[in-house]
Nanobody
């Protein structure tokens, strides 16, 4: 599985961005997909995840109600719609695939495949 993230940029606080993650590989549709982020000098933190079917989602408390994860299986793409952005959302955002079957994980070490990251900068 290869993942290509895009859609990052610079936005003012309160603004919106939509990140995309294009995946290649026949087994993509069977994996849980997630978005994680890493701010300078900090660990890589979980943001959101979506089940292989798209029917279940899981969010970090810090983004709940502001971010929405979705997937289009026909396009092999996962999205992260980010609204009401805050300066503390500034980070490099990574999409990742989890081939496990244990359910959602917020632990970055449980994800097996990673995209290259896309920078999101929110100014105050």
């Amino acid at each position: 599985v290869q993942l290509q993230a895009s859609g990052g940029g610079m936005v003012q606080a309160g603004g919106s961005l939509r990140l995309s993650c294009a995946a290649s590989g026949r087994t993509f549709s069977t994996y849980t997909m997630g978005w994680l982020r890493q701010a300078p000098g900090k660990d890589r933190d979980f943001v959101a995840a979506i089940s292989w079917s798209g029917g279940s989602t899981y969010y970090a408390d810090s983004v709940k109600g502001r971010f929405t994860i979705s997937r289009d299986k026909a396009k092999n793409t996962v999205y992260l719609q980010m609204n009401s952005l805050k300066p503390e959302d500034t980070a490099v955002y990574y999409c990742a695939a989890d081939r496990g079957i244990a359910g959602f994980s917020s632990d970055a070490t449980d994800y097996d495949y990673w995209g290259q990251g896309t920078q999101v900068t929110v100014s105050s």
